[in-house]
């Protein structure tokens, strides 16, 4: 059974940092892309950031600058650090494992963690 765990997330003030992490069990984590997401209050949920199973990092308009992913196969961890976090970075950020593809587009994501909260504050 696939179980991805988020934590990590928190209360900070605008200008501050965070670093989330997912720990990723039941499946062959270094074979899978994994990514980001973020739902805020009233809104869709939206990509952050993807990395694929060789470690190549893409990020959304708003993450990229500032957001770093990362993964480290050999804990089965994802990570995602956040800097210069803005008020509008509040959510509930959600660790997804293994990209479904169309063609060369992903179109989702077959696992999915609960989800941690992050605050930031003016």
């Known amino acids: 059974q696939v179980h991805l765990v988020e934590s990590g997330g928190g209360s900070v003030q605008a200008g501050g940092s965070l670093k989330l992490s997912c720990v990723a069990s039941?499946?062959?984590?270094?074979?899978?892309?994994m990514g980001w997401y973020r739902q805020a209050p009233g809104k869709e949920r939206d990509l952050v950031s993807l990395?694929?199973?060789?470690?190549?990092?893409t990020y959304s308009d708003s993450a990229k600058g500032r957001f770093t992913i990362s993964r480290d196969n050999a804990k089965n961890k994802l990570y995602l650090k956040m800097e210069s976090l803005k008020t509008e970075d509040t959510a509930v950020y959600y660790c997804?494992?293994?990209?479904?593809?169309?063609?060369?587009?992903?179109?989702?994501?077959?696992?999915w963690g609960q989800g941690t909260q992050v605050t930031v504050s003016s």
């Open positions: 997804a494992a293994c990209a479904v593809y169309s063609g060369s587009d992903i179109i989702g994501h077959e696992y």
């Open positions: 039941g499946y062959n984590f270094p074979n899978c892309g």
């Open positions: 990395i694929s199973k060789q470690g190549t990092a």
